[in-house]
């Protein structure tokens, strides 16, 4: 397993020397991906329940300040050289298709072939409104037409695609993509339809562990997730064993643990070798990537934080 690092753009992921510390760091230590989420805009008013808490309050609500997904990883492109940069995830109603499709593939360029696009559909209906590029309520049906608009505008020479959401034809899209086929997608989402759309369309999976819903916050939990998405990707008429894993896990925490709904510690929490049990539980279920996140205003505890886990957690994984 390897480990990547989910970084906000805001707070001390809002400004260049910020960013440019914690990609060199994540980098030096050995992270394997760095990932950013994806806001444009932050309503002040948010009825929108969030998935991934119980109390269904987003936790950022606070301040309006998020730098925007794709030219944050074009900048953190420049100031690293072998880290995967991952989108964790793009909202793909936030943006036009054929503008998203051709703003990742300049990241892969740009990135000599780094890039990793997660994608999912967004929970904040209110943020969707205010962009104005579908209905909330058609996200779902479009997410597929999108995902088989970016592949062909990727790989066809000359891209054509009609459907509901998405037109084009008689275009020329370059440069393509440096990875060939094309960047690897992670299609995120715990629902049912999240699934079945990983299983016909996804290079791999990308969950969160919190989904009051759909919790993921134990190994066995997780592997019986992961062995009903690789029984419907079968049934899509795909190799089962094809589908990469990754997973985000929001509330690591190295030394005190994070007490759960049940009363017991959550996973990735506590101890460094508690930690490390974790991570063999999870990787002998089918996890191959594992995407950490924490939030911190001050950039030397971020930095201490990332060193930690390469000194002390890392080691007992390997």
């Known amino acids: 397993m390897d480990f990547g690092l989910h970084v906000g753009t805001r707070g001390v992921g809002a400004t260049p020397e910020g960013l440019h510390a914690i990609a060199e760091k994540t980098e030096e230590v050995g992270f394997s991906y760095l ?22 309050q987003w ?67 209110e943020e969707i409104e205010i962009l104005n590029t579908m209905p909330f309520s058609e996200r779902a049906e479009a997410a597929d037409e999108y995902i088989s608009a970016f592949r062909k505008l990727w790989i066809q020479r000359t891209p054509s695609h009609h459907g509901n959401r998405v037109n084009f034809e008689n275009i020329m899209f370059e440069p393509k993509p440096t990875q060939k086929p094309h960047p690897p997608v992670w299609i995120g989402g ?31 939990l997780y592997g019986t997730m992961l062995s009903k998405v690789k029984g419907l990707v079968q049934r899509a008429g795909r190799p089962p064993d094809e589908l990469d894993t990754a997973l985000y896990v929001p509330w690591y925490q190295l030394g005190k643990p994070v007490i759960g709904q049940s009363g017991d510690r959550s996973p990735f929490t506590g101890e460094a070798e508690q930690i490390a049990e974790d991570v063999r539980a999870y990787g002998k279920c089918g996890l191959n990537h594992l995407v950490i996140g924490f939030e911190s205003q001050n950039l030397r505890v971020s930095l201490e934080r990332i060193e930690r886990f390469g000194k002390e957690i890392m080691p007992l994984c390997s």
């Open 35 to 56: 990932g950013f989420p994806d806001h444009v805009v932050i309503p002040n008013l948010v009825d929108s329940k969030y998935p991934y808490n119980k109390e269904g």
């Open 59 to 125: 936790p950022a609500q606070s301040t309006g300040t998020c730098l925007e997904q794709l030219m944050t990883i074009a900048y953190v492109a420049a100031v690293t050289t072998n880290i995967r940069l991952l989108t964790s995830v793009m909202v793909l109603p936030h943006r036009a298709p054929v503008l998203s499709a051709k703003m990742l593939a300049t990241a892969d360029v740009l990135s000599k072939g780094r890039l990793t696009v997660g994608v999912g559909i967004g929970w904040m209906a």
């Open 190 to 220: 715990e629902s049912k339809p999240a699934l079945e759309r990983t299983a016909r369309l996804a290079d791999g999976w990308y969950p969160v562990i919190a989904n009051a819903r759909h919790p993921l916050d134990s190994a066995e």
